[in-house]
């Protein structure tokens, strides 16, 4: 595997990220997708084996180019796991929402999780810096975590890179969790 080597720019990393994206999504099927999205789920499910199981996830909702989380999703509530999913307010902060009540939470919500899963572009394999979308929604959130929280980012495989440009803001993620590598540690002891 390749990885993707980005820009110094965050802009014209987002750029590079993005445009992997749209080509693999245009390249497989949605069978294959959702065959992604189950090699996710178990490689969660098997980096939760021997570990305190988390009765509290926080877990986004992939869009059309993301990694799926539908196999995420799934292999969490066969294991009985509360999840909360994100709402993206007006500011771009997160709040927060019970996915099978559609209760809404608040924004401090997210201190509740044992484990948070977010989205990202890349992750920096040696800082576990994130790359994220450019809004800083999730370094806001994140801010209100409890801090021993374990933050995995799902990735595509070759979007665990050398190098991501970052900002003081930025806030470093334990572990990626990937198709082919399941959950890896970066940076931060998980």
């Known amino acids: 595997m390749t990885r993707l080597t980005l820009p110094s720019d965050k802009k014209a990393a987002r750029r590079v990220v993005r445009t992997a994206r749209t080509a693999r999504r ?11 999205g189950a090699d996710l789920g178990a490689g969660l499910v098997a ?9 509290v996830v926080a877990l986004y909702e992939s869009l ?19 999840l909360l999913v ?9 709040s927060w929402r019970d996915p099978e009540t559609g209760a809404e ?15 990202g572009l890349a992750v920096a394999a040696g800082s576990g810096l994130r790359l994220g ?15 021993r929280t374990p933050v995995l980012t799902m990735l ?14 930025d806030r470093p ?11 890896a540690a970066v940076g931060r002891t998980v």
């Open 26 to 36: 245009a390249g497989v099927t949605d069978e294959e997708w959702a065959e992604l």
């Open 47 to 55: 980096w939760l084996r021997g570990r305190p199981r988390p009765s």
């Open 64 to 82: 059309r180019t993301e990694p799926p989380t539908s196999g995420v999703r799934d292999a969490l509530i066969s294991l009985n796991v509360r």
């Open 86 to 94: 994100p709402i993206l307010l007006d500011d771009k902060d997160l």
């Open 105 to 119: 939470l608040g924004v401090d919500a997210i201190a509740d999780a044992d484990l948070i899963i977010t989205p």
């Open 133 to 147: 979308q450019g809004g800083g929604s999730y370094d806001r959130a994140l801010a209100r975590a409890e801090q």
């Open 156 to 169: 595509f495989d070759d979007e665990l890179v050398e190098h991501v440009p970052a900002e003081p803001h």
């Open 173 to 183: 993620v334990h572990a990626v969790l990937t198709p082919a590598g399941g959950v």
